[in-house]
């Protein structure tokens, strides 16, 4: 009976030691605190092609995806579990802690009912990009709101996912300006570029004189297609196209390393905070396919990439003693729809031209063809927004609209189900998980008046060869890494959400988690 009670009790002591981290290793925070975000990366590529990564402590080197895998917190599964994965909720979900509902970003693109124009989500009249439509803080906002004098810069070909990581008080967002081939910032951040901001500039306008060619030869995991011969590509880098290929990651990179060095980051009296989004890996996922060699071969390049920055951020501070590193995405992809049907998977293409059909015939047929422009005023990753006018002329219930326009799609092969703002507004939510999915990004002013949920492994037809749009495991699921010198290693289980990180990162840093954060902090890894 001693024996049972001094068990219980030691049983109690240990797990109340594990609930509590000592004072001193919370009031240590870290002096640089760097997120490496890569653009469509699904939760197995870093399972899939583990075998091939830079072997940490190689040649002298840190290592890139093995070291943070082995010597960090890893989560193989963590979830975005929202009905829509895209690339500016998911960034905006990173650095908030918060579903789209609570930080006013569920999609890209949205068509603004009182402007009547489609909306792009890091759009500002005033300064042409910025995060404006963002309503809450990031973790970087938070570290300057507690006063720090804390450096917070951004970095992505995409601007939307540079602006929506570096939050609204970074010192600097950076994106890729096509038109002229230079990184671009908005007033909104700065009037003038910094030195080091043109000499990279100055760069990228010499190497757009030459042809690039990246070239793979021999076998390659044997998990992808096109195994054996490998593939050479030329390539001119003053494109999407170009930066589809692996000079955007390597560009990406040089970039991510003359803010580091330039901006002293890491070096100063508060922590700052460098992220860094791979907008490349989104570019040529959509065009090759998560099956593709090239897929995997770009993997491996970024790979090498990383180790590479690594190495040099360990020169910079000395040692990785202070600095804690993060690695996610913002949504992965589905499989291509060849390569579904090929594994007899039903997968395939929803063609917005045969919905508008299926739908302007019926909706044609009961209430008659409006007297101006047609019964869908604009419409964009399967929300469609009804024409108000319309609906006003011929004295129409808008539940008896939505309910017809439901009708016509809901028969359609690929078609999962299709919810309407009124039945949403009053409760009635699509089935399943889809229904919590639906409830985290839906924000009446913004979201269609009917939203198309597709069956697994169906998609958009646009102008990709494949997509991501979905809140299915392949979209939804990504990995995340949590590396620190206070942070235990190893792969963890447990159910994490992307959107756990921000307030992770907020704990570690001894900051108020951003203002609509509701995920956890990740108690477990320390
Ligand atoms: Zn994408």
Redesign the pocket.
């Known amino acids: 009976m001693k024996n049972i009670f001094l068990i219980t009790l030691f049983t109690v002591s240990a797990t109340f030691s594990q609930a509590s981290i000592p004072i001193a290793k919370f009031q240590s925070s870290p002096k640089l605190v760097v997120v490496l975000v890569i ?2 990366f699904r939760a197995d590529y870093l399972t899939r092609f583990h075998k091939k990564f830079v072997k940490p402590g190689s040649q002298g080197q840190v290592g890139g995806f093995q070291f943070l895998m082995s010597e960090g917190a890893y989560y193989p599964f963590a979830e975005y579990d929202v009905l829509q994965s ?2 500016c909720p998911g960034h905006a979900m990173i650095m908030t802690g918060s579903h789209p509902v609570m930080m006013g970003i569920p999609l890209n693109d949205w068509y603004d009912r009182k402007t009547q124009k489609m909306h792009y989500c890091a759009e500002d009249e005033q300064f042409g990009i910025s995060p404006r439509s963002l309503k809450s803080t990031t973790v970087g906002d938070e570290l300057k709101n507690a006063g720090y004098k804390s450096k917070v810069i951004g970095i992505a070909l995409k601007d939307r996912s540079a602006v929506m990581l570096a939050g609204h008080r970074a010192d600097l967002a950076l994106w890729m300006d096509y038109k002229d081939f230079v990184w671009r910032t908005s007033d909104y951040y700065t009037k003038t570029l910094p030195a080091w901001v043109l000499i990279l500039n100055k760069k990228l306008q010499e190497d757009a004189k030459t042809e690039k060619i990246w070239n793979v030869n021999g076998q390659g995991t044997g998990l992808s297609e096109n195994n054996d011969t490998g593939f050479e590509k030329k390539f001119k880098i003053n494109s999407k196209q170009g930066m589809a290929l692996t000079y955007g990651v390597q560009t990406s990179f040089e970039a991510a390393t003359a803010a580091l060095k330039s901006e002293k980051l890491g070096l100063g009296s508060a922590a700052d905070i460098l992220a860094i989004s791979l907008s490349t890996h ?1 570019m040529l ?2 065009a090759f396919g998560a099956n593709s060699r090239e897929l995997e071969e770009l993997t491996l390049f970024e790979d090498q990439q990383l180790s590479k920055f690594l190495t040099t951020l360990r020169k910079h501070m000395g040692s990785l003693k202070d600095v804690v590193i993060v690695l996610t995405a913002d ?1 992965g ?1 589905a499989p291509t729809v060849d390569y579904a049907q090929r594994a007899k998977i039903e997968s395939g293409k929803l063609d917005y031209l045969d919905l508008y059909k299926k739908v302007y015939t019926r909706l044609n047929e009961k209430f008659g063809q409006p007297k101006k422009g047609e019964w869908i005023s604009a419409s964009k990753s399967f929300h469609f927004y009804l024409n108000q006018n319309a609906i006003a002329d011929k004295k129409l219930k808008q539940a008896d609209v939505e309910q017809e326009f439901k009708l016509a799609l809901k028969d359609l092969p690929g078609v999962f189900a299709v919810a309407t703002s009124t039945e949403i507004q009053n409760g009635k939510l699509p089935p399943g998980e889809l229904g919590q999915q639906l409830q985290r990004q839906y924000i009446p002013e913004i979201s269609g008046d009917i939203i198309l949920i597709p069956r697994p492994f169906f998609m958009e037809k646009d102008e ?1 060869l494949v ?2 749009m979905t809140g299915f495991s392949y979209d939804r699921v990504v990995p995340l890494v949590i590396y620190g010198n206070k942070i235990k290693a190893g792969v963890y289980a447990e159910k994490a959400q992307v959107i756990d990180l921000a307030p992770t990162l907020s704990f570690i840093l001894g900051v108020l988690p951003p203002a609509t954060s509701s995920g956890r902090v990740l108690k477990e890894i320390f």
Do not use: A
């Open positions: 653009d469509q895209m690339t989104d996922g959509h949504h992809v990709n997509t991501h």
